[in-house]
């Protein structure tokens, strides 16, 4: 074995490890309740006449990554959507690590889906982590932005992300990316100054019509720096959550899985006509 693939394979670990750090387990995913959401018999209401469509993160899946959020957007009202996208041959239960330009295909043939179903005009999107970030891509490229009103990521990783310095270490073990590029391609793709996050952020962050939310955590362990996650443009909402409750102390995974005052701005993004304060009591809401 060539002497910089041991220590790739720690590496390529570490990797693994921080996009699925706290994370449920895929044995819950096969064992989990049926979803009351992907209702696709659903008709959205005046109040809330986009579906909603969420979009799960690296090494997730439909199900578990919206176990709360689903249900909490349902009990307002919204038709709520879910679809699985990047999947690898051979691996089950976790998804979101085949190519990230053609997990946008899937979703773009997934809202089609859910337009048709519904009847609606639009579809807003809320995705966490490699979720977040994806639906750019289907925005700028596969003609989204005619059919998104509102995009919220929450965690998402838009400028890639350095691990804390330690994707820095790959240029010095030839090969590496490429081992990691053939094993788990939507990995490779994430790493800050990837080729496919220079294509999609070339020419701006945002495209018109489209409103941005998006919702970040200083202790994010996962994307890093946190501020990477930040878009630019003139419609584009940034939240920090800990200048809504400094007492938040969520990390990368918890911040999409289950933290209330995060939810309570995914809310306020998806009906900013109605939207009220975000603090550290809207967790009791």
Not at 40 to 62: E, R, W
Request: hydrophobic share 45%; charged share 15%; glycine share 8%.
């Amino acid at each position: 074995m060539l002497p910089w693939k041991r220590v790739l394979r720690p590496l390529t670990a570490l990797l693994l490890t921080a996009a699925v750090a706290a994370l449920p387990t895929a044995a819950h995913a096969a064992s989990a309740p049926s979803t009351g959401w992907n209702d696709y018999t659903c008709k959205p209401s005046a109040a809330h006449p986009d579906p909603v469509v969420l979009v799960h993160g690296t090494f997730a899946n439909s199900t578990d990554n919206w176990l709360v959020l689903a249900p909490y957007l349902e009990a307002r009202g919204y038709c709520v959507f879910s679809l699985d996208y990047g999947q690898l041959p051979g691996v089950p239960l976790v998804y979101g690590l085949g190519p990230i330009d053609k997990s946008a295909e899937q979703l773009q043939a997934y809202v089609d889906k859910v337009l048709a179903a519904t009847g609606a005009a639009k579809v807003d999107l809320v995705g966490h982590s490699q979720g977040g970030m994806m639906p750019r891509y289907y925005l700028k490229f596969l003609g989204g932005a005619a059919k998104v009103d509102t995009f919220v990521g929450i965690a998402p990783d838009n400028h890639g992300t350095t691990l804390d310095g330690l994707t820095k270490l790959l240029p010095y073990f030839p090969g590496a990316e490429d081992v990691i590029s053939a094993a788990t391609p939507a990995l490779a793709d994430q790493i800050a100054g990837s080729a496919f996050l220079t294509e999609l952020n070339a020419g701006g962050d945002t495209v018109p019509g489209v409103h941005y939310t998006v919702i970040a955590t200083r202790y994010d362990e996962v994307v890093t720096p946190y501020r990477s996650q930040f878009l630019s443009g003139s419609d584009v909402h940034n939240v920090l959550i800990q200048n809504l409750c400094s007492l938040d102390l969520s990390e990368h995974a918890l911040l999409g899985l289950s933290d209330r005052i995060a939810f309570h701005e995914v809310a306020n993004a998806l009906d900013p006509a109605h939207a009220t304060t975000t603090n550290c009591l809207s967790a009791l809401s």
